[in-house]
């Protein structure tokens, strides 16, 4: 992967720096990703190295990719940093229970909602009689929760205790591979009917054709299983009982080839386990693959199209089609409500719906809730973890799935952190030019020296004399992004955006966020373009910090994630520059606010999406034209997206509902 940063001198806060390339067109993506790591991408795996040792997650070589705005996913260590997030979840989440023991001890539980409570939750039990299924499967027969809400006559939190019916009883049919089976021509019928039905098989990655050398020719050993699955029915397999050593990947493909569904690493360690309900009926298509930096076929029907690298070993894999029992339950929410959801037992998925059904968030052993600030309520621990904030008035469902027997889900509501603390203006401060800097607020390594945003300007071929100019120019920007086109949604956003350089009396203030836009990656030892504090759904702490470094964005002409890689002489060079910085301030201004990262893939471009690639037209505001500062510019906003596939989370976001009620003033 190609990288260019600037080289600071001896001298603290001077920079030397190089006249920037001028450029005619520009890349669309990262150019180190091929289009099979895309592909693998877009299905959430990761395709950076495995890292298993927490120790190895350093700001500079792996900084928390929830959090950073990278140059390349290929840096992206998600497998490592879900295991310390998942642990670190889970001793906050003992530290909230603490809590709310202690409180409770004292006879002082609470039942209405403040952003500093600990909330005593009211029990709901199942009406649904245990092993059985279908009174509450569905949105529309969701069992309702009425005494819940964040009003003044209701309970803002609820402790749910069911449990799902186990699928009918099935004894696996034992199935035998007989190399090659590595693509969908190829595959082992594993004779499941429209039925339903299961199968078991032992077999071993790297000894068909396309195996390791001497033996194969180092494609990758691919082992494909054909399954019928019928209507209504669920379609599961993973890799429970293979060698310990084995790193499997899974992956459900349409009889077309489409990979509908995957997954990597939710089984034990690193075995996987997958789960996929398809809309039609009809012949699918389970991939047992080992994992790899490039671990998909290019082409499922061919078996040699891998590119190379796979893990191998002995393998187990289970598959199933049956019907799977899913618990749904409606609360009534407003507007703003920022709700957040656990489960243990046998909720091993959680999901929110609209009242119209349509899925928000959901997440399958996906727990962030470790990157919530300390002041934040909202729950987490457990198998899953997950926070949304509502977007209209109405009954939403909470949708329970997973394993088989009872669970425990707890959800709690409360209204945003600004209108926790009525008459509380939130100010955004930007600072151009702190001099020093505290990294370790983002895992780096301590106090350090960084240099000024002028220092940079002339990278961009613009004079430094205009350094004042284009700051002023973000601010307003950055105002625009975060105010202005915000309080279409929620009319009272209530949020200042400052300079600190004419505002310095701010800094340290209560209720006042702090960005600094300065530095580089060599200065702070963080490997990153920008990187947030927390990501805090309901913004319910108010002094967040982030860092916006300019050492990538001012490189030379070529990769794209430089702004010199969109400009030639025809380019406004102070407007394309001065709302590109304003943009990339204002997607870490995003996380401190409670949203996460989008997917950069698509064809939506959201002020949230990913780094790694399509910084241009994602982020940068460049056009068709692929040049920056010219007429087709497009002004990038918060809107709806996908999550990050990588990431966890499914379902869309609402960023600009997020952001909005982040600074709701009443």
Known sequence: MRRNILVATGTAGLLAVVTPALSTAAPSGDDSITPSQQTALDLGFQVAPKEENAASLTAKANPNPYLANLPSLTDANYFAWNKLMHAKAEQRADSKRLAANRRE???????????????????????????????????????????????????????????????PASTPRTVTTTEDQGSIPLATPTAITAAGGSTVTNSVLGDGPHGPAPAGDGTNDFDFYAVEVGAGLTLTANTEGSAT??????????????????????????LSSVSYKPEAPGTYYVMVGGYALDPLPADPTDSGSGA??????????????????????????????????????????????????????????????????????????????????????????????GGTGAYDVLVEGYRPGTQG????????????????????????????????????????????ADARKVENRIVNQVRRNIQAELSGTNPTVNVDVLNARTNPELIGQENVSRIYIAGTIAETGISTIGIAQYIDPG?????????????????????????????????????FVSAAVANVTAHEIGHTIGNYHTDNADEIHNMMDSGGANFGQNLYGVGPDNLGGTADDENIEFVTDTYSPAEGFTGLENTENVSSWAYAGR
């Open 105 to 167: 001890a004292l006879g002082s539980g609470r039942s209405r909602v403040s952003a500093k409570a600990v909330l005593t939750p009211f029990v709901h039990d199942e009406e649904e009689p245990d092993g059985t299924a279908g009174s509450n499967d569905s949105h529309a027969d969701a069992e309702p929760i009425t005494q819940f809400g964040t009003a003044a006559a209701k309970m803002p939190a609820v402790r749910i205790l069911g449990s799902l019916a186990p699928p």
């Open 245 to 270: 050593t084995t790193d499997t990947i899974l992956v459900v493909y349409a009889a077309d080839g489409t990979p509908v569904a995957a997954d990597d690493d939710s089984g034990t360690g690193l």
């Open 308 to 401: 190379g690298g796979a893990d191998t070993g002995n393998y187990r894999v289970s598959i199933a089609s049956a019907k799977l029992d899913a618990d749904y339950y409606s609360v009534r929410l407003r507007p703003g409500d920022t709700i957040g959801s656990t489960g243990t037992g046998a909720a091993t998925g959680l999901t929110v719906r609209t009242p119209s059904g349509e899925e928000r968030v959901g997440g399958v052993g996906t727990d962030a809730s470790f990157l919530y600030p300390p002041t934040s309520p909202l729950p987490g621990g457990g198998n899953t973890a997950i926070a949304y904030v509502a977007e209209e008035a109405g009954w939403y469902s909470v949708q329970v799935s």
């Open 421 to 464: 603390d009525r008459g509380r203006r939130q100010t955004v401060l930007l600072d151009f030019a702190p001099g020093r800097v505290n990294t370790g607020t983002w895992g780096g390594p301590g106090q350090r020296n960084v240099s000024p945003f002028a220092a940079f300007v002339p990278q961009w071929g613009i004079a430094r």
């Open 539 to 575: 913004n319910f702490g108010h002094q967040d910090e982030a860092i916006v470094l300019l050492d990538v964005l001012s490189a030379a002409a070529g990769p794209a994630s430089s702004l010199n890689t969109y400009m030639n002489a025809t380019s406004d060079r102070i407007g």
